[in-house]
């Protein structure tokens, strides 16, 4: 039989990052609160993470309402309207209902009553997976595609587990993808190493609540060391794969955007690299914690803000995490 010829779409050339937004929960926990179940100090902690402060939602800071604040500030910083909104895609992990996702919720909150919504789970990896997918789909289908990374990590975490409990924060951030006539997006360089996805994992899944009511609730867990090992060495080599792929140098580079997991794997990856000093990088950890899925794009929006970055320069986002996975991509700043 002869297959049938189908109509597909036609959409922009290339594409761009618009806007970018951010909401940070209220409440500052510094490093003595965070390890006050557990055996840590605020000397140690900076020492061995950089972190010093991080933010943690209070009970009416949902996903969606933090994501709902980010998005508006995204769409209005790219210059349009929430009907504007093709797609929402919600890059999170900490979405504790199983369906719906949230992406419908946050499409709604805004006004994006044309959009498509639906979130997408590849822990501190998702947010540059949703980049690259949205870039794809405005080149694919023309539109404006809202990316949104959301964690309430608070809600996984137990406070007295000496690996998780004074890393993490929560937040949102979002980021509006639409059309360009130049390229704006390089290609993405992304993969997986299933073979070490007990290395940050759920201790339990959900349904041994139901099979077994007094099982102690499945909180997030992971083997610190071994994350940073593979973090160091192998995000280093995707990083410089993307940077190849999108045809520059680590010179031409002008901001690192890595995940934000400790500042030690941060600048350690910046030294593997060779970025020269005049590469602005990241360390947003530092006042907000680990934020998984939100880091990129938090960090992102606090550099604008402070003015370390400018829009139009190029920018490496990598991001890293559970599974274990990965994603990088070289893009322009808005």
Not at 68 to 74: I, N, Q, R, T, Y
Not at 165 to 172: C, L, M, S, T, V
Not at 282 to 306: E, H, Q, Y
């Amino acid at each position: 039989m002869k297959p049938v010829q189908l109509i597909t779409s036609q959409g922009a050339r290339f594409a761009r990052i618009m806007g970018v937004g951010a909401y940070r929960p209220h409440r500052i926990v510094d490093n003595d609160e965070a390890c006050r179940f557990i055996d840590s100090s605020d000397e140690w902690i900076r020492a061995r993470t950089g972190i010093v402060t991080r933010r943690w939602a209070g009970p009416g800071e949902t996903l969606a309402v933090m994501a709902e604040d980010a998005s508006a500030k995204a769409v209005a910083a790219a210059g349009i309207t929430p009907k504007d909104v093709s797609c929402v895609i919600a890059a999170t992990f900490t979405h504790l209902k199983q369906t719906p996702a949230v992406a419908t919720q946050i499409a709604h909150r805004i006004g994006a009553t044309r959009a498509a919504a639906f979130d997408l789970s590849a822990g501190c990896a998702g947010f540059v997976h949703g980049v690259v997918l949205a870039s794809d789909a405005v080149r694919a289908r023309g539109g404006h595609v809202l990316v949104v990374g959301v964690e309430r990590m608070t809600d996984l975490l137990n406070l007295k587990d000496r690996s998780t409990a004074f890393i993490f924060g929560d937040g949102a951030g979002a980021v509006v993808i639409g059309p360009s006539s130049v390229p704006g997006i390089g290609p993405a360089v992304w993969g997986a190493d299933g073979s070490q996805a007990d290395a940050i994992e759920q201790t339990a899944a959900w349904n041994v609540l139901k099979d077994t009511p007094d099982h102690e609730f499945p909180w997030m867990r992971q083997e610190g060391q071994r994350v940073f090992r593979w973090a160091v060495y192998e995000m280093s080599k995707a990083a410089q794969k993307a940077l190849d792929a999108a045809g520059i140098t680590p010179s031409d580079l002008d901001v690192f955007l890595p995940h934000q997991a400790n500042v030690r794997i941060i600048d350690a990856m910046a030294k593997r690299i060779g970025l020269p000093e005049s590469v602005t990088v990241a360390k947003d950890i530092v006042t907000a914690g680990n934020t998984s899925g939100a880091s990129i794009p938090l960090a992102m929006d606090a550099l604008r803000a402070s003015g370390q970055s400018q829009p139009g320069q190029s920018a490496l986002l990598l991001g890293y995490g559970a599974g274990l996975s990965y994603a990088a991509v070289v893009a322009n700043l808005p």
